[in-house]
Structure formats: C-alpha cells, structure tokens
C-alpha cells in the first residue's frame, strides 16, 4: 500500500455507510457489538500491511486534525496513538497535563473547550479519572477516543490485544483466555473481558482476593456471565488455558492494604518459565510495560511464546484503524 | 412580606400525633394565632385559600449545610432559607463545616443573627472537636448557651472512639445530641460511590457500606455505656438499619434519619447519568436493597426522621470529571415531592407519619419545642398537600447552586406554602 490510489482503496472498502460503526465515540468496549469489534480488526489488519512496506504512511486523516490529552503519565499509548495519526497523515497536537494550564489549576472541560476553538476534529484522552472521556463528550463536539480512563476501560488496548490472539489463532471463538493480577485496578482487565467475551472467547480472572473488585462476577450481563470464571490460584488459571495475559502490578499498591510484597506476588501469581514447560500450547501477553521478575519471570518476556512484541506492533496498526474508522463520526456529525 | 394578620381559609389541619383532620380556618394576629374554627369572621384581614390543601406544623430539615460563613459563593443563610422555605420548611438546623467551623459560641451567634430577619428558623449545630479536627472537645456548653440544639463534626466523622466516649458524656450532660457523620475512614479510603457491582463495572472506587456500619455499631455501643444521646446522621445501607434497630430494642439512646435520595434513587443511577456528579454524594447512593430497608426503617420507627443533607456546591465545581467532584446535592427544594412519590403514594408510610418524620421527630432528636396550630399559639405552619403531580424544574431552585439530580424528575405533592415569624412565602 506504497501509492495513493492504493490507499483509496482503504477508504472506498471503509466508508461504506451501510457498515459504519455504530458508536461516535470509542468510550469502551462495553456494548460494542461482535460486528463492530471485528470490523475494527479487519480494517487493522489492511492498516497492519501498510506498517510493514517500506513507506509506511496513507493520506487517510489529511486535513483531519487530532490532538492527544494526556492527563496521565504514559510513553507506550501515547508514542503508539501519535504514530497511528501521523501514519494516517493527520494533523497531532499534543498536550500533556504536566507544565500546561492544568498545573495552573484550569479545569478539563475549559482545557477541552479552548482546544477544540482551536478546530479539532478528534480528542484522544487518558485520564486517571474513570468515566472523563464520557464527560469530555459533554464539552466538545469533536470525536472522543478514550486512552485509558481510571479503572474503567482502555478499548483500544483490548482490541489490540484481541488482534494479537486471532492473528495467532486465526479466531477467538471458543478460547480460553485468563487475564492475571490486578483486576481491581485494572481498565485493560474491564476492556478485554467485554471484547473478548463479547468474540466468544471464555475468559478467566484471577489475582490475590485483596485486588479482585466485589461482585466481579457480576461485571457483565446475565447472558455473558456464563463465560466468565474468577480464581485466586494460578495454576487454575492456566491448566486448559491458551492465553495467560498478565497485568502490570503498581509496585506503589504492596504493603499496608493490598499485597504484602512484590515477592511474594510473583512466588504466588508470576508466569514462570516452568508453567511455560507444563502448558505447551500456553501463549503469554502483558499490556507492557512489564516488571520483569513480577508479573512474569524475565525467561518469559524473552521467550518465543510471549506475543508482548506484536501486541505493540498491533497497537499502532488498531490506533489507526480505530481513528480512521471513527472519523467518519466526525464527517457525520458536520 | 411580611404578614402579621391573616386568614387561612379552609384548611384541613393535620394533627400529627393522632392523624387526624379538622377543615377549618386559622385567624392569625400580630403572627399568633387567635383563633382556629369554621366560618370565621376575617374582619378584613387577608385571606389565603387553602382549600383543597392540608395545613401541619411547620416541617423541620435537621440536616442543611448553608455554606455561611466562607463559603457564600455556594449558598448563605439567606438563599438557603428562601430553598428552605419553597420545600416547605419553617425550620433548619445547619452543619458547622462552615469557614471557620462552627465551633465556638460567636460563630453560633453569628449564624443566629444572620437568620432573624428570614422567615425560616435557623437552629446552628456546633462542632463537637475544636476545629472540626476530631482532636479535642469544643466548648459545647458555651455554644449551647448560644443557641447550639446539637453537636456534629459532620463531612468528618468523630472517629476517635475516645473522643467519642467523652463527647457523648459531656452530652448526656447538655441533653443534647451528638450527630454523628457515621464512616470509619480506613474503611473509605479513596472512594467516590457506592462499592458494589456498578462501582466494578464503571471503575470507580467504591465506599463499601461496610464503614457506614462499622461506625454505627460503635457508637451503638459507645451510647450504651455513656447513655449519651447519639444520632446516626444519614442511614444508608439495609445493615446499618439492622444495627440501629437491635439498639433500639436494647434501650441505647440512640436516633436516626435519612436523605430523602437515599430512599429515592438508587448507585444505578450513576451509570444511567453516564457519572454525572449530581449523582454523587456522602453517603453514596446505594442498592435497591438498601433504598428497600430506608422504607422499611421509616415505616418502622428504627429510622426517626427525614432530612435532606442539603449540600450546595457552585456549578463550576460539580461540572467537572466524576472523581474531581465535591459530593453532596441540593435537597431542601424537593424532598416532600420524593416522600410523597416514593413513600406516601406507595402506602410505605401514611401521610401522618410521613409528616412526623419532618416535624415531631427531629424536634424531638433536637429538644425542640413542636409548634402547635392552637388559640395562643405563635403561628408556625406549612400548606401543603401530597397529591399534586408535577415536574421539578431548573426554575424551581431557590438555592444559590444548581446541583440536584432532579430537574426534570417526576414530583408528587407540593408544598404551597409557609407561615412562621409573622410571615407568608409562597412557592408558586
């Protein structure tokens, strides 16, 4: 996809109106559809092609402008969000809480206001506080990709992450993912357990009782609680499992309340090379980025059947499709 | 306006105690009532037209936050008697986390002074620690000589149990309540709603109704031991009221009361509102179970009065992301609208009742004389009545803020109006 005409070709497959995502904003993943949620993947994987030829660049979002409001310290997202949009040739603004009006004590929805009088036509958002692109979609008229909001979703780390097992598998109907460690805390936990479920897959959680949230089982509705299983033992978790996607533990969380040590969380709920030997077939993910030698033994990070690599590849190709895929909300919407 | 002489026409006056009713007219002279009976000559005095309408004692709110002194950009003295009296109430007793506290006995008489001129009685609660800091007793004998009718470190809880055991003594001394801001903070670190299902579906961190009972069930016993009067400000879960009811059977001075939202919604609805902050307050709104168990308790009697934790906040500072938000809600303007539709149509409670929630009760929690709508009397009374259906608007708010949950929400039954220190206001 080196010239423009091919490029076009993205567009003309993408914008039919007849299969426009049905969502304006990318809040979370909760209520998204099966169809959406694979068209998203599928418009990854044309997008994943052009990362992988020598100009890696479409005309996509020319002219469209997105700025990237970071209120919360982040390299991985932000550096994977800001090369999606350039590589759809966008415009990128970036604005990042720490020396900006923020610290002057400016509130998000005056921040956002004065950006968008600035003419932009999408927001990316990370924000500590769960449930803030909801909000900034009160303030703003411009489309609003939620990054990561406090422990409430991070959509597009689950849809890369669900590109990342069906470019392994070839689907994800009908296997078993467990996701492992701070399901509290965790918004790529709350994003992956309703794209995952919602593509068929049986997903387990399991983590130390202290960072499992009260009424887990009841996270989704009725008709999907049936593919959910919650466990505090590790070796539970694995036995039958194809996925074992393991969480960042916040070293700042061990002590008083939560958990004891960071030792003894990896003794009890590490992935370590020797479960790697016991389970085959056991492909390992982690949402980066990793402390080795917590959540996973540093043999593990390394090893062959860790996708922790393609996952970050995957995540520009899903940033793009995502953003590319939502601008049609903004066109909509003129 | 003022209204030293007039005439209620037709009135069926409720009788709180008995639940019985008398239509008849109430002359009012000079702000007394000089007469109660059918036909009476007026001798040309204005005249309201009740008919069609109930007449009770004026309702009292036991729990406000006026916001004065400090804090006037949310509401003062002034703007929270005009919400107080378009919700119906002739009376209020306001919280003292004021700037500064409401701590020592000027601070008292300054919020007296600032509420002669109203048409609402102001009744200040003083703070039970010095500073609000749940540290070292405040001079609540002073601040009762002031005018003080209870004692509360209310936004904060007395979480000292040692405090707590010499404040409700020193108490039981004053006869005067210790309200308590029931919530052991250990338990509620960082929390923003109710920890439950919701909270783990939206990723918000919970309040488990766990520091709300943990609380209750020491200060149960704390009052036990002193005989200290102690009132749980704010009930909100189903065991809370449980703990409060086994008390209550034992003996332990012990009272209660709840927010009318706490009967009337439910955490579900901050998800509904996609984390709108006016949905956010202290206590949270908790489960369907628990809302059931408000009922339940008031029906009952565990649960004495209804309040409303009037608590303003500037609109600046409530339209901002959910967990950057003050908690609390505007309460005065709605609250009978909630207890007629939620508790009155319902059959959860009977009118009379539901009226001695807010009249008998928190008089009785406060060592507050009842006003009495008999020859001699000075004139202290609500119209109202529990049927009109209506739709609570943004035009409705007499409050200096705007942060209620309930614009747009469906009312039934509607304070018209009250007379207490020689004064009429209407509400519609």
């Given amino acids: 996809m080196t010239t423009e005409s091919e490029s076009e070709n993205v567009q003309q497959d993408t914008t039919n109106p007849d299969e426009g995502l049905r969502q304006r904003h990318l809040l979370g993943l909760e209520g998204w559809s099966a169809r959406d949620i694979t068209r998203v993947l599928d418009t990854a994987g044309q997008f994943r092609d052009v990362l992988e030829r020598p100009i890696r660049s479409v005309p996509s979002l020319r002219g469209v402008t997105v700025v990237n409001l970071f209120y919360e310290p982040s390299t991985r997202t932000r550096i994977s969000f800001e090369l999606a949009e350039k590589r759809l040739s966008a415009d990128v603004v970036n604005f990042a809480s720490s020396g900006s009006s923020v610290s002057k004590g400016e509130t998000l929805r005056d921040t956002a206001r004065n950006i968008e009088a600035m003419k932009i036509d999408m927001v990316v958002v990370r924000h500590a506080s769960a449930g803030a692109p909801s909000f900034l979609t009160r303030c703003v008229d411009a489309v609003v990709i939620n990054a990561g909001d406090g422990a409430h979703e991070h959509p597009t780390q689950a849809l890369l992450d669900a590109m990342t097992i069906r470019e392994q598998f070839g689907r994800i109907q009908g296997l078993r993912v467990s996701i492992i460690g701070d399901i509290m805390h965790s918004r790529v936990a709350r994003s992956n357990l309703h794209a995952l ?138 | 306006m003022t209204h030293p002489d007039l005439c209620i026409r037709e009135a069926l006056i409720l009788d709180v105690e008995t639940g019985q009713e008398q239509l008849a007219d109430i002359l009012i002279r000079g702000g007394t009532i000089a007469a109660v009976g059918e036909g009476l000559d007026a001798d040309g005095v204005p005249e309201y037209d009740a008919s069609g309408k109930r007449v009770s004692p004026g309702w009292m709110d036991m729990h406000v936050h006026l916001r004065e002194p400090g804090q006037e950009h949310k509401e003062t003295v002034h703007t929270g008697c005009r919400a107080a009296a378009f919700g119906g109430f002739t009376a209020v007793a306001c919280m003292p986390n004021t700037e500064p506290p409401i701590h020592t006995r000027d601070v008292v008489e300054f919020i007296v002074e600032r509420a002669r001129k109203e048409a609402v009685d102001v009744y200040p609660i003083g703070c039970v620690s010095k500073g609000r800091k749940g540290e070292d007793l405040a001079e609540m004998a002073d601040m009762k000589s002031g005018g003080a009718v209870a004692f509360s470190d209310d936004g904060s809880p007395v979480g000292d149990a040692g405090l707590m055991r010499h404040a409700l003594e020193y108490a039981s001394m004053l006869d005067v309540p210790i309200i308590n801001h029931m919530e052991d903070l250990d338990l509620n670190p960082h929390g923003h709603m109710n920890e439950g299902e919701v909270s783990t579906r939206l990723g918000v961190k919970g309040i488990p109704g766990l520091a709300e009972e943990v609380m209750i069930a020491r200060d149960a016993l704390i009052a036990e031991y002193t005989r200290g009067p102690v009132h749980v400000a704010h009930i909100s879960t189903a065991r809370a009221v449980e703990i409060v009811r086994d008390a209550k059977r034992r003996g332990v001075p012990i009272t209660a009361e709840v927010c009318a939202h706490h009967f009337a919604l439910t955490d579900e609805a901050v998800e509904q509102s996609d984390y709108d902050t006016h949905t956010k307050m202290h206590p949270p709104l908790r489960t369907a179970a628990d809302v059931q168990a408000m009922k339940a308790g008031l029906a009952d009697g565990t649960i004495d009065a209804i309040c409303t934790d009037h608590a303003p906040h500037a609109p600046n500072e409530k339209d901002v992301e959910f967990e950057a938000a003050p908690f609390g809600i505007l309460g005065l303007e709605t609250a009978w609208g909630l207890i007629g539709r939620e508790l009155i149509r319902p059959g959860v409670l009977s009118l009379a009742r539901a009226v001695e929630a807010i009249t008998a009760a928190p008089r009785r929690i406060m060592r507050i004389p009842m006003p009495r709508i008999a020859v001699g009397e000075k004139a202290n009374l609500t119209i109202f009545d529990e049927t009109t259906e209506w739709t609570f608007e943004a035009s409705h708010i007499r409050s200096k803020s705007r942060n209620t949950p309930f614009v747009g929400a469906p009312m039934v039954g509607r304070a018209w109006a009250i007379y207490n220190k020689g004064r009429l206001v209407e509400s519609a």
């Fill in chain 1, 197 to 334: 479920t919602t593509l068929g897959a049986d997903v387990t959680l399991c983590g130390p009782a202290s960072l499992l949230p009260v009424h887990l089982d009841r996270l989704l509705g009725e008709e999907a609680r049936g593919q959910v299983r919650i466990t505090t033992r590790l070796d539970e978790a694995l036995d039958g499992c194809d996925v074992a996607m393991a969480l960042r533990i916040q070293m700042e969380r061990q002590g008083r309340s939560l958990f004891p040590s960071v030792r003894e969380y990896h003794e009890q709920f590490g992935i370590q090379l020797e479960h790697l030997e016991t389970y085959k077939d056991l492909i390992v993910m982690h949402p980066g980025p990793v402390n080795r030698g917590v959540e996973l033994a540093t043999d593990v990070v390394d090893h062959e059947r860790a996708l922790i690599l393609n996952q970050v590849t995957n995540g520009v190709a899903v940033r793009m499709s995502v953003l590319y895929l939502m601008s049609d909300g903004r066109k909509q919407h003129e």
